[in-house]
């Protein structure tokens, strides 16, 4: 049986003065508990002082990279940004004019279901006379209901909105308002449920 390493408490100091990962995530990287993190930091004085520092180091090697070049003026800096910000727009304006299409359908849908519902039900119940469990026409029931239908319309606005606030992250397009970190707000749209 092989014995556990200690933490790389220099290593983990490293990561939280940087800011870019939670504690939580650390301390999954490392094997530490977040609550030992906190512990150590507290103890040790750690700020993520780093933290804006990281951050603009990341946009000028994000743009830097965009044009290719280290010796790129800040004219030709600024107008790739401003493609690559425009771009981005671009797709989000696309996309979203995508969504709204496909949540008028759905809509048009549920209208015409909402008029029609008893006639959809009796078809629902001819066709499933013969399933002596009641699955089948269960399936079907739930598959025509308006909560169905209505559920995946909010589901579709709310990953559209979460997928555009990311990715408008992702490319500095908005300030952040907070000190809230990247992975923190990640979480926060994909899983935290309130």
Same mark, same amino acid.
């Given at each position: 049986?092989?014995? *556990? ?20 995530? !650390?301390?999954?990287? &490392? ?7 906190? *512990?150590?930091?507290?103890? @040790? %004085?750690?700020?993520?002082?780093? $933290?804006?520092?990281?951050?603009? %180091? ?33 797709? &989000? ?29 009796? $078809?629902?119940?001819? !066709? ?20 169905? &239908?209505? @559920? ?7 990953? !559209?909105?979460?997928?555009? $606030? !990311?990715?408008?992250?992702? &490319? ?23």
């Amino acid at each position: 049986m092989s014995e *556990k390493k200690p933490p790389d408490w220099p290593a983990i100091e490293a990561e939280f003065r940087a800011g870019q990962l939670s504690n939580r995530m !650390l301390g999954e990287k &490392h094997g530490v508990g977040e609550s030992l993190i906190r *512990k150590k930091a507290k103890q @040790g %004085e750690w700020t993520k002082d780093l $933290t804006d520092k990281v951050r603009q %180091e990341v946009r000028t090697q994000l743009v830097r990279s965009a044009v290719r070049t280290s010796n790129a003026s800040e004219r030709e800096i600024i107008e790739q940004a401003g493609i690559t910000g425009a771009e981005v727009v671009r797709t &989000h304006r696309r996309d979203v004019r995508r969504a709204s299409d496909l949540v008028g359908l759905l809509m048009g849908q549920l209208t015409s279901a909402a008029g029609i519902r008893a006639d959809l039900e009796a $078809t629902v119940e001819e !066709l499933c006379k013969d399933d002596e469990t009641g699955q089948r026409e269960a399936r079907l029931m739930k598959a025509i209901s308006l909560p169905t &239908h209505a @559920g995946t319309i909010r589901d579709l606005s709310t990953a !559209l909105k979460n997928l555009v $606030t !990311l990715e408008r992250q992702a &490319h500095n397009l908005d300030e952040l308002s907070s000190e809230e970190t990247y992975e923190d707000r990640l979480a926060r749209l994909m899983g935290a449920k309130e």
